[in-house]
């Protein structure tokens, strides 16, 4: 599907739904900006948009093929025989954790960003874009002035929607040291394992875009305009505090883990002890039934007229006074 607008530089809407055969002279008119987005695009609206109409560097289109490409920042200069003309690729991944099945998913989102050019490249429907095509096919987006505000824009809608997923991550994570308290069992243990490999991944997605938004940020390139580099380091400083949030979730499971074992020791401890307990209360009956229960024949208790009673009594006393002693050892 491909979603095409002209705006001019006052932010206003010159025009929507422009055809790939129109955008060359949109792209020619100095008064104007285009911002093409493609979202779950077929192979021939691919190759149409990226090749056959802005002739984007082979690799960019490569990596917009390629799932899960990992989190960079190129620039592209035109050499001797490129049709393009000189533009930023980004690419940056969106997330969505999932509480029901405990896991991130991860939707990339590529950028093209030129002086008057923006392609957004995505395969997902992502959360962030579906309201700024919306309002931008109203005429109503008050940030489409340039290419880089635009993109700034949807960076920080994507790094916003980091929001709802690790407010879920952290109540999940509660929920987990809850549960290695009052309940250490396998499934438990499973539901930690699985917690601490999606914060894994999570930091896998964050720490590569801390430095790609980074280096926007630094106002290295330019095609990010000066006064655009504040808005970049926003966003920066954003995608740190939930890197750091993320180091700490890793630590957060590290001790629920730990908890997890300490509980799960003093569980079996606890069993030990109660058979142990066991054992030793029942030895005099066992020690006492197993040697009147050889019957010898020149046994002299055997002959006793009260044997059977005494037996029963030494029993009876022994075990009673096991039981006693470690009452008053606070053994149980």
Known sequence: MIHAFAYTNQGRLHSKDVAPAQMAAV??????????DLEAATAE???????????FHPLCIEDCLTVDSAPKVEEYTPGEGDQFAPYLFLVIHAVDYHRQDGQFATSELDFFLGKNLLVTYHQAPLRSLATALERAGKGSLPFARSPDRVAQT?????????????????QEIADLEQAALRNPCQETLNQILLA????????????????????????????????????????????NRINSQARGFTDALTGILQVYLNMSSNQTGEVVKLLTLITVITTPLMMIGTWYGMNFKGMPEVEWPHGYLI?????????????????KRKWF
């Open 27 to 36: 792209l020619a008119d100095n008064a104007l900006f285009l911002w093409v």
């Open 196 to 239: 601490k490999k999606e914060v894994q991944h999570l930091q896998q997605i964050i720490a590569p875009q801390c430095a790609v938004v980074g280096r926007l940020a630094a106002g290295e390139f330019a095609l990010i305009r000066p006064h655009q580099v504040p808005y970049y380091r926003n966003i920066n400083d954003a995608l």
């Open 311 to 327: 037996a029963t009594g030494v029993m009876l006393t022994s075990t009673i006074g096991t039981i006693l002693y470690f009452r």
């Open 154 to 170: 949807l960076l920080e809608l994507v790094v916003e929607n980091y929001t709802p997923a690790m407010n879920d991550l952290t």
């Open 45 to 55: 609206e691919t190759t149409l948009v990226l090749e056959q109409t802005f002739h």
